[in-house]
C-alpha cells in the first residue's frame, strides 16, 4: 500500500515540499504519495488527527504551526525539544513524534553543500524568533570557535543566548553591540527581506572570506546578501539549500533512506530562475 505524507501549513500553495518529496521518492525507490494541505488557523490539530486517521504516516509542519506541532507531539526529539518547535511528524503507533530537521537542513548545506567548515570559525546570527532558535544548537555541535546572537530587540537575542549556555557561551545583543568585530559566518534568520527592509549592519562586520548566508530565498539575490556582498563578504548563499536538506533530512525520518540532494537542489534553483 502507498503510504501517505503531507506538508501542513497557511498558506500552503507555493509550498516546494511536494516536488521535493516527489523527486525523493522516484530517486529512492519509495511508494509513498505526499499532498499539501491547507490547515485552518483554528483548525491544526483536528486536520493532523484527520490526516492519521486516514492512514498518514507522516507530515511536515510549516508556518504558522511549528508551535502548535511542538505541543501537540506526544514525544519529541532532542533536537525538537531544544528547538521549541516542531517541523516533522511521525506517526508511529499511537505516539506522534516531533521532531525538528531546519538545524540539521542547515548544517548540512553549509558543510557539504558549500564545503564550509563551521569547526573553529567565529558564527554571527542575525535574529532571534523561530528560525533562529531551532539551528543554534546544531551549529553548535559543530564546535565553533564562537556563536553570537544579534537582534533588533535586544532582550530577545539575550535570552535565547542563555537559553543554550549549558552547551556552550553564546552571546547576545543588538546589532550594534557587535560593531569593530567580524566573524567568519553570518547567517540571516530574520525575516527583514521580507518586507524588503535591510538590517543595520556595522561596518567590517564580515571577516576576509567570510560566508553570508540568507535563509530566505527567493528569484535573484536577497536585501541581506546584497548588502553582504557590498559589505565584502567573500561568499554569499540562499536558504533554497536548507529548504532541501531538511526536507532530504525529513525524508530521512520517515523512510530511514537518505536522498541524494544535488541534482533536485539544481533543479529547483533552474525552475525558480525561470
Ligand atoms: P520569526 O517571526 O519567528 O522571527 C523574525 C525575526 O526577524 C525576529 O528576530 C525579528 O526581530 C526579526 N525582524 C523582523 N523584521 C525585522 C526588521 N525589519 N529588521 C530587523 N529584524 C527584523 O520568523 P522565523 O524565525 O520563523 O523566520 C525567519 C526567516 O527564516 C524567514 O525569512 C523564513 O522564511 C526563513 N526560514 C527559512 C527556512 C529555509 O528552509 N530556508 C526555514 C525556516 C525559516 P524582533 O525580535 O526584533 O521582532
Known amino acids: 500500500m502507498t503510504d501517505r505524507y503531507a506538508v501542513i501549513g497557511n498558506p500552503i500553495a507555493h509550498s516546494k515540499s511536494p516536488a521535493l518529496h516527489a523527486a525523493f521518492a522516484r530517486q529512492c525507490g519509495q511508494d509513498i504519495r505526499y499532498e499539501a494541505i491547507l490547515g485552518p488557523l483554528d483548525g491544526f490539530r483536528a486536520s493532523v488527527e484527520a490526516f492519521r486517521q486516514a492512514g498518514g504516516r507522516g507530515m511536515n509542519v510549516t508556518v504558522p504551526f511549528k508551535e502548535e506541532a511542538f505541543r501537540l507531539a506526544t514525544r519529541l526529539s532532542d533536537r ?9 511528524l ?20 553549509i558543510t557539504i553543500n558549500l564545503g564550509c567548515a563551521l569547526a573553529g570559525k ?32 535586544a532582550v530577545k537575542a539575550e535570552t535565547l543566548a ?23 559566518v553570518v547567517i540571516n534568520a530574520t525575516s527583514a527581506s521580507l518586507s524588503g527592509q535591510s538590517l543595520p549592519l556595522p561596518a567590517g562586520l564580515f571577516a576576509s572570506g567570510a560566508l553570508a548566508y540568507d535563509m530566505m530565498y527567493g528569484k535573484g539575490e536577497t536585501p541581506f546578501l546584497q548588502l553582504a556582498r ?32 544535488g541534482r533536485v537542489l539544481a533543479d529547483l534553483r533552474a525552475k525558480l530562475a525561470a
Request: a negative charge; charged letters at 20%.
Open 80 to 88: 525538537a525539544a531544544r528547538a521549541g518547535a516542531v517541523n516533522t
Open 90 to 109: 511521525l506517526f508511529a503507533d499511537a505516539e506522534i513524534v516531533g521532531d525538528n530537521t531546519d538545524g540539521a537542513g542547515l548544517v548540512r548545506d
Open 122 to 153: 567565529r558564527i554571527l546570527l542575525l535574529g532571534a524568533g523561530g528560525a533562529s532558535r531551532g539551528v543554534i544548537a546544531p551549529l553548535l555541535a559543530e564546535q565553533p570557535a564562537a556563536l553570537a546572537i544579534a537582534n533588533r530587540t
Open 162 to 184: 542563555a537559553q543554550f549556555a549549558d552547551i556552550a557561551p553564546v552571546e547576545g545583543g543588538d546589532f550594534g553591540r557587535y560593531a569593530g568585530r567580524n566573524f567568519d
Open 230 to 261: 557590498e559589505q565584502g563578504a567573500g561568499r554569499c548563499a540562499d536558504g533554497l539549500g536548507m529548504l532541501v536538506e531538511q526536507a532530504a533530512e525529513a525524508f530521512f525520518v520517515w523512510r530511514g533512506v537518505r536522498p541524494v540532494t
